[in-house]
Nanobody, 114 residues
Framework: QVHLVESGVGLVQPGGSLRLSCAAS????????MGWSRQAPGKQRELVAY???????YYSPSVKGRFTISRDNAKNTVYLQMNSLKPEDTAVYYC????????WGQGTQVTVSS
C-alpha cells in the first residue's frame, strides 16, 4: 500500500529550479511532521528539510537559502521548492511522514546536470 505519493522527477541544469510534491492521506498528513530526505549514489541518506504540524521548517545547512519546504493542509500535500540547484543536489529524494508511524515515499530522481 502506497501511503505517500511523490511527483516532480526531473533533469535540470545547474542554477535551475524544480518543485517536488508529496501527497498523503489526511490521517497521515494531519498527524505528522512532513519532510524530505535524499540519497546520492554511493552516499548515505541525508535529511534535507522538514516542516512541523505547526509549519515550523528546518533545513539542512547544505540547502538552506536555496530550498523551501511548505505544506498545504487543505490538500494534504508537502512541497519542496528547489532553487539554484547544484550538481551535488543530484539524488533520489524521498518524502517522509513522521508521526505515530514513520512513512517513506517511493523516491523520485532529481538530476542536476548540464
Amino acid at each position: 500500500q502506497v501511503h505517500l505519493v511523490e511527483s516532480g522527477v526531473g533533469l535540470v541544469q545547474p542554477g535551475g529550479s524544480l518543485r517536488l510534491s508529496c501527497a498523503a492521506s489526511y490521517s497521515i498528513f494531519s498527524g505528522s511532521t512532513m519532510g524530505w530526505s535524499r540519497q546520492a549514489p554511493g552516499k548515505q541518506r541525508e535529511l534535507v528539510a522538514y516542516i512541523t504540524r505547526s509549519e515550523v521548517p528546518y533545513y539542512s545547512p547544505s540547502v538552506k537559502g536555496r530550498f523551501t519546504i511548505s505544506r498545504d493542509n487543505a490538500k494534504n500535500t508537502v512541497y519542496l521548492q528547489m532553487n539554484s540547484l547544484k550538481p551535488e543536489d543530484t539524488a533520489v529524494y524521498y518524502c517522509t511522514a513522521d508521526g505515530p508511524v514513520h512513512y517513506w515515499g517511493q523516491g523520485t530522481q532529481v538530476t542536476v546536470s548540464s
